[in-house]
């Protein structure tokens, strides 16, 4: 169980457009998800924490209006780069925070496998 | 804030010997501790936890006890493989961190075999 899915696992897009990751909780509810950004070599950074039905929470130097975070529903959040930049190219990967105590779980995170995006 | 430092530089070693990564931390209050690994191209998958001083998380062969006196909370394998090979991150929750994980900086473990 708490499984969690990303899609695409990979993506290639031009300088300018926009691209939509999408983060799914396959077997449990989620009423939080997070966004981390993961660089070469490097942890992961978080960059928002998102509730259902509620506006994300970002962290500071996160931009919000290039980050657009929906969380619709208690198994899906989304993550929408706008305009991508080659600067924006990155590993991006989800976590989903159980909504309900599974078997003494309450307090872990569970990730998605990752979304590799190159913006040419 | 809270924090959490592991040990610098990535980790090789041959194939059944003893693995020791390095994990101390800096929190408010008792927070919860993990260790999650991700291999290569893959997300993070959950790999041990313990939630309070003196417990130890296990699983696949790997152990970790929370030490509270110590703020630590060390990685340890008796005879790795080369399967586990991968990227190590060490990590902790606080009850007034809004669930939010503080990551240590991940450790590279290559096993030769």
Known sequence: GAVVSQHPSRVICKSG???????RSLDFQATTMFWYRQFPKKSLMLMATSNE???????QGVEKDKFLINHASLTLSTLTVTSAHP??????????????????????????PGTRLTVL | GDSVTQMEG???????????INCTYTATGYPSLFWYVQ?????????????????????????????KETTSFHLEKGSVQVSDSAVYF?????????NRLAFGKGNQVVVIP
């Open chain 1, 17 to 23: 457009t926009s691209v939509k990751i999408e983060c």
């Open chain 1, 53 to 59: 039905g509620s506006k994300a929470t970002y962290e």
């Open chain 1, 87 to 112: 600067e924006d190219s990155s590993f991006y990967i989800c976590s989903a925070l159980p909504g309900a105590v599974l078997a003494g779980e309450r307090d872990t995170q569970y990730f998605g």
């Open chain 2, 10 to 20: 990535p980790v090789t070693l041959s194939e059944e010997a003893f693995l020791t």
């Open chain 2, 39 to 67: 291999y290569p191209g893959e997300g993070l998958q959950l790999l041990l936890k313990a939630t309070k001083a003196d417990d130890k998380g296990s699983n696949k062969g790997f152990e970790a006890t929370y030490r």
């Open chain 2, 90 to 98: 060490c990590a902790l929750i606080s009850v007034y961190g809004n």
